[in-house]
């Protein structure tokens, strides 16, 4: 009479299972993606009108900064073709490509590359486990980005970052800002959460989200053409910009709203549903 193991012959089992069972990978986010601007179209698109600092946790200098910015600043040749570094790029008209980078031996994903074709930007996504590189390092425009897959979201935390704009109407970003992205793909659609931490300028993280669509068929307008012409004539020294307090554009955006000055100056208190009571209350005090 023979007489069964069973917890020897469950384990053998097991084992089998997992053998034969295959590798679970990680959901695709390969592709050429298009940009939907259902949300925040008028900051995306046609871009914020001046005086629009609504919805940014900005800190004063942030504020004196975007006082006395002058959008003719980028009609001037040095910025007539200056790319939107990380934090901004994704806010704008934008498709982009999305493609793997895998080691030849182990066929393991160790970069994502990506192609933006607005300012015909490149950025590499490690997947690898390397770490950041000092601080000196010199910045770029994409800065220097890490990726893990938590679930099927991608996470990617972005250092190295050049200083520009979270938006034209001259809210400046630092050049010590992290940023932290997560990719999550459900079907044709890709969604984008930027969350942006900015020691400088923000007194607490500025988060954005975006849409973007697969294109099935491609699309080939990949390029983009700037070239630098001197549009309005001034002189060759000239900087644009308004002093303190002489900004004749900085109340735009509150008198065509109808909307008090404080409400729409930015900062971490207006991004909360606890403000409501408070801009109602001011609502009510304002001259009809």
């Given at each position: 009479?023979?007489?069964?193991?069973?917890?020897?012959?469950?384990?053998?089992?097991f084992?089998a299972m997992?053998?034969?069972?295959?590798?679970?990978?990680?959901?695709?986010?390969?592709g050429?993606?298009?940009?939907?601007?259902?949300?925040?179209?008028?900051?995306?698109?046609?871009?914020d009108?001046?005086?629009?600092f609504?919805?940014?946790?900005?800190?004063?200098?942030?504020?004196?900064?975007?006082?006395?910015?002058?959008v003719t600043?980028?009609?001037?040749?040095?910025?007539?073709?200056?790319p939107?570094?990380?934090?901004?790029?994704?806010?704008?008209?934008?498709?982009?490509?999305i493609?793997?980078?895998?080691?030849?031996?182990?066929?393991?994903?160790?970069?994502?590359n990506?192609?933006?074709?607005?300012?015909?930007?490149?950025r590499?996504?490690?997947?690898?486990?390397?770490?950041?590189p000092?601080?000196y390092v010199?910045?770029?425009n994409?800065?220097?980005?890490?990726?893990?897959?938590?679930?099927?979201?991608?996470?990617?935390?972005t250092?190295?970052?050049?200083?520009e704009?979270?938006?034209?109407?001259?809210?400046?970003?630092?050049?010590?800002?992290?940023?932290?992205?997560?990719?999550?793909?459900?079907?044709?659609?890709?969604s984008?959460?930027?969350?942006?931490?900015?020691?400088?300028?923000?007194?607490?993280?500025?988060?954005?989200?975006?849409?973007?669509?697969?294109?099935?068929?491609g699309n080939?307008?990949?390029?983009?053409?700037?070239?630098?012409?001197?549009?309005v004539?001034?002189?060759?020294?000239?900087?644009?910009?308004?002093?303190?307090?002489?900004?004749?554009?900085i109340?735009?955006?509150?008198?065509?709203?109808?909307?008090p000055?404080?409400?729409v100056f930015?900062?971490?208190?207006?991004?909360?549903?606890?403000?409501?009571?408070?801009?109602?209350?001011?609502?009510?005090?304002?001259p009809?």
């Amino acid at each position: 009479m023979y007489r069964v193991n069973y917890p020897g012959f469950l384990g053998c089992l097991f084992l089998a299972m997992l053998v034969g069972a295959p590798a679970f990978a990680q959901i695709n986010i390969s592709g050429e993606w298009a940009g939907r601007y259902h949300e925040d179209q008028g900051d995306r698109v046609p871009g914020d009108v001046q005086g629009d600092f609504t919805g940014v946790p900005m800190n004063d200098a942030a504020r004196r900064y975007a006082e006395s910015f002058d959008v003719t600043r980028v009609a001037i040749l040095e910025h007539q073709c200056q790319p939107y570094n990380l934090p901004h790029i994704y806010r704008g008209p934008l498709q982009f490509r999305i493609w793997e980078e895998k080691d030849p031996a182990t066929q393991e994903i160790i970069a994502y590359n990506q192609y933006l074709g607005t300012y015909m930007q490149y950025r590499t996504i490690w997947m690898d486990g390397r770490s950041h590189p000092p601080d000196y390092v010199p910045h770029t425009n994409m800065g220097f980005s890490t990726g893990e897959w938590n679930g099927d979201i991608l996470t990617v935390t972005t250092t190295h970052i050049k200083k520009e704009f979270y938006r034209r109407s001259g809210i400046p970003s630092s050049d010590l800002t992290t940023v932290v992205e997560h990719y999550i793909r459900h079907g044709n659609l890709l969604s984008h959460v930027i969350i942006v931490t900015d020691p400088v300028y923000l007194t607490e993280p500025y988060v954005n989200s975006q849409e973007f669509v697969l294109m099935e068929r491609g699309n080939q307008n990949w390029l983009y053409n700037c070239e630098y012409a001197m549009e309005v004539p001034k002189p060759k020294n000239e900087v644009p910009h308004y002093l303190p307090g002489k900004n004749p554009f900085i109340k735009d955006f509150s008198n065509k709203f109808g909307l008090p000055f404080e409400a729409v100056f930015g900062g971490a208190e207006t991004t909360y549903p606890e403000y409501m009571p408070k801009l109602e209350e001011m609502m009510r005090k304002q001259p009809r």
